[in-house]
């Protein structure tokens, strides 16, 4: 069984830099599993904020960024505000119509 | 603008049988893959269900194979999945998202909520 990894919790501060990470059990993350991030607040829909490891959604600000780091794929918030606080999540495209959801990491920013 | 909005959720009982639907709108619905993926209350994301354009193509997450169907209805822009068999942990709210390039979801719907309790 496919396992992403993501951490649980993380914390940043105000105008922070924090990295999120997105990593397979079994395998290192390259480009070729399409690595996408999500946003999502208690009781909201998840908001895409990356697809194709670092390209950004329609409307997304450029404080986000996506990329592969080492054997994970990543998620880059420089300058964190207090509306990053959120829930997010890395999916990782296995092929043949699978998609694999990382557990989430839950972003404070204090 | 694109919009996705789910609905048919509500309570069932254990063993009983639900279908969500799932109305776009601000697109061209029969160009797009579409898919399935629920939330459990206080867990994370977990893909369902996907359907090529023309429903030819479908595939299932093995949590709910053999219990769901994913349909769709171009003429109607919606999208369906029928459920049953439904077990207490299938609570969740469930959501309906736009698949683009094939390989990632865009837009989202709101969800609807489906509580299994007898």
């Known amino acids: 069984q496919t396992v992403v990894t993501q951490e649980p919790s993380f914390s940043v501060s105000p105008g922070g830099t924090v990295t999120l990470t997105c990593g397979l059990s079994?395998?290192?993350?390259?480009?070729?599993?399409?690595p996408s991030w999500y946003q999502q607040t208690p009781g909201q829909a998840p908001r895409t904020l990356i697809y194709n490891t670092n390209s950004r959604s329609s409307g997304v600000p450029d404080r986000f960024s996506g990329s592969i780091l080492g054997h994970k794929a990543a998620l880059t918030i420089t300058g964190a505000q207090a509306d990053d606080e959120s829930d997010y999540y890395c999916v990782l495209y296995m092929g043949g119509g699978i998609w694999v959801f990382g557990g989430g990491t839950k972003l404070t920013v204090l | 603008q694109v919009q996705l909005m789910e609905s048919g959720g509500g309570l069932v009982k254990p063993g009983g049988s639900l279908r969500l639907s799932c109305a776009a709108s601000g697109f061209t619905f029969s160009d797009y893959y579409m898919s399935w993926v629920r939330q459990a209350p206080g867990k994370g994301l977990e893909y369902l269900s996907y359907i090529s354009t023309g429903g030819t193509t479908i595939n299932y997450a093995d949590s709910m194979k053999g219990r769901i169907t994913i349909s769709r209805a171009n003429a109607e822009n919606s999208l369906f999945l029928q459920m049953h068999s439904l077990r207490v942990d299938d609570t969740a709210v469930y959501y309906c998202a736009r698949l683009r390039q094939g390989n990632y979801f865009d837009y989202w719907g709101q969800g609807t909520p489906v509580t299994v309790s007898s």
């Open positions: 079994s395998a290192s993350v390259s480009t070729r599993y399409y």
